[in-house]
T-cell receptor, first 117, second 114 residues
Framework: AQKITQTQPGMFVQEKEAVTLDCTYDTSDPSYGLFWYKQPSSGEMIFLIY????DQQNATEGRYSLNFQKARKSANLVISASQLGDSAMYFCAMREGYMDSNYQLIWGAGTKLIIKP | DSGVTQTPKHLITATGQRVTLRCSPRSGDLSVYWYQQSLDQGLQFLIQYYNGEERAKGNILERFSAQQFPDLHSELNLSSLELGDSALYFC?????????????FGPGTRLTVL
């Protein structure tokens, strides 16, 4: 079973609009972390935002915020006032808790976001 | 710039050959992770080192090996290369390898096996 599901393979959004990228996850571990990364066409992987399973508030980092709905096991990324430079692949990733000290990230398939001028 | 460096940026080689990819973590980071990104498999975790010791192993083939040196840089060795090994190989580093640690990625090494 998929542990991280990103249901939107691709999205087109008009510049300056807000965009929500979906991510649902599956874990039975009470302790986990959720991450969003951006991969532009140049290839590098850029960390955007982190949400811990015990965090009381939704994470925010500048124009990025994470809509964390624990009961629904969803961690959607919201980008406000999108810019042309936001065009990229976006990956949702999860790290489960202290299982044999295994801190690997489990990745979704990604969403390709294209911002239209 | 994440502070993680990887060399080389591009590598083209032939089947059956052996290559070494190098990674220098961010200053102060003790943990290094290696990932493979291919078109058909997506992002796959290969292996993690913490302060010189192997901490976790993922989908790493037996033909692949890695190590972390006393100065904390890491090398990923790929041998008996096959066409299917063509991929983008990322190194990431984090401070302590703990549950809330954030992994910062290097620019990647693009390996092409001909």
């Amino acid at each position: 079973a998929q542990k991280i599901t990103q249901t939107q393979p691709g999205m087109f959004v008009q510049e300056k609009e807000a965009v929500t990228l979906d991510c649902t996850y599956d874990t039975s571990d009470p302790s986990y972390g959720l991450f969003w990364y951006k991969q532009p066409s140049s290839g590098e992987m850029i960390f955007l935002i982190y949400q811990g399973s015990y965090d009381q508030q939704n994470a925010t980092e500048g124009r990025y915020s994470l809509n964390f709905q624990k009961a629904r096991k969803s961690a959607n990324l919201v980008i406000s006032a999108s810019q042309l430079g936001d065009s990229a692949m976006y990956f949702c990733a999860m790290r489960e808790g202290y299982m044999d000290s295994n801190y690997q990230l489990i990745w979704g398939a990604g969403t390709k976001l294209i911002i239209k001028p | 710039d994440s502070g993680v460096t990887q060399t080389p940026k591009h590598l083209i080689t032939a089947t059956g050959q052996r290559v070494t990819l190098r990674c220098s973590p961010r200053s102060g980071d003790l943990s290094v992770y290696w990932y493979q990104q291919s078109l058909d498999q997506g992002l796959q975790f290969l292996i993690q080192y913490y302060n010189g010791e192997e901490r976790a192993k993922g989908n790493i083939l037996e033909r692949f090996s890695a190590q972390q040196f006393p100065d904390l840089h890491s090398e990923l060795n790929l041998s008996s290369l096959e066409l299917g090994d063509s991929a983008l190989y990322f190194c990431a580093s984090s401070e302590a390898g703990g549950d809330t640690d954030t992994q910062y990625f290097g620019p990647g090494t693009r390996l092409t096996v001909l």
